[in-house]
């Protein structure tokens, strides 16, 4: 699979996943008189990206590296619960870098079809490579409601100073995630605090604190905004615990 992201660590930028469709709270059977569906937004992570927000696009880039990109893109049942397509995309075999990756055909779908925060779209997509014995796999995918990757990923991000790491732990839906930001010195690592909060369309979130600090208090703002905060540890965190504040 081209999944670039998988594994990353990040500095003062985050790198977030998505959530698997089925679980969405805003994710609703779509009519059948609403008209033709987009691929999801432009929105989140692939802001910068193409095709997103449009009907059958024929170029989908997530605005990442040439991995995430396809291209000559021809649709098939568009409209349907799932439409498939087939493009070209690099790819990159194990053990090689994105350099050495050749231009191929690949199949793309788009799929999770429904009304997410009251578009009508196809909330997720993904694509492959067949002819390497890659499979579509739903488990796998970007979810172009909310502009992420699925499933969550770790990000990890040093201070103003650089001697501190902040470590992100993040798991479950858009509508119900938890996870914890741990200060790692060394080899020692210790909960800031621990959270459970949603995510909403364009990266909005709303977090609130389980503890140790500030138990019961909540962070709303974007994956942007909580990006900068960790990226930049004593300009918006209390510089001795450097510990996070809350609302």
């Not at 469709?21 to 609703?28: D, Q, R, S, V």
């Not at 691929?39 to 992570?45: E, I, K």
């Not at 990756?101 to 993904?126: D, S």
């Not at 909580?226 to 930049?232: K, Q, R, S, V």
């Amino acid at each position: 699979m081209r999944h670039w992201w998988r594994n990353v660590a990040v500095t003062g930028a985050l790198v977030l996943a998505g959530s698997c469709l089925t679980w969405h709270p805003a994710f609703a059977v779509a009519g059948s008189a609403r008209g033709e569906p987009t691929l999801g937004l432009l929105t989140g992570t692939f802001a910068h990206g193409s095709g997103f927000g449009q009907v059958k696009p024929k170029t989908v880039y997530n605005g990442g590296d040439p991995t995430g990109l396809v291209t000559s893109i021809t649709w098939h049942g568009w409209g349907e619960s799932q439409a498939v397509g087939a493009g070209r995309g690099l790819y990159v075999a194990p053990g090689q870098s994105v350099a050495q990756g050749t231009i191929e055909p690949v199949r793309i779908i788009a799929f999770g079809l429904g009304t997410c925060n009251g578009r009508y779209m196809y909330a997720a997509v993904e694509w492959y490579f067949p002819q390497h014995k890659q499979a579509f796999d739903p488990s796998q995918f970007e979810d172009a409601c909310i502009g992420a990757y699925y499933p969550p990923q770790t990000g990890q991000y040093t201070d103003g100073t650089g001697a501190d790491h902040y470590l992100l732990t993040l798991s479950g839906t858009p509508g119900s995630l938890r996870g914890s930001i741990a200060r790692v010195s060394g080899k020692a690592s210790r909960t800031l605090f621990s959270f459970r909060g949603r995510a909403g369309i364009n990266g909005s979130l709303a977090l609130v604190s389980k503890g140790p600090f500030r138990t019961g208090h909540t962070f709303t703002g974007t994956w942007q905004t909580l990006g900068a905060i960790l990226g930049n540890c004593h300009s918006y965190l209390q510089s001795a615990s450097c510990t996070f504040y809350w609302g």
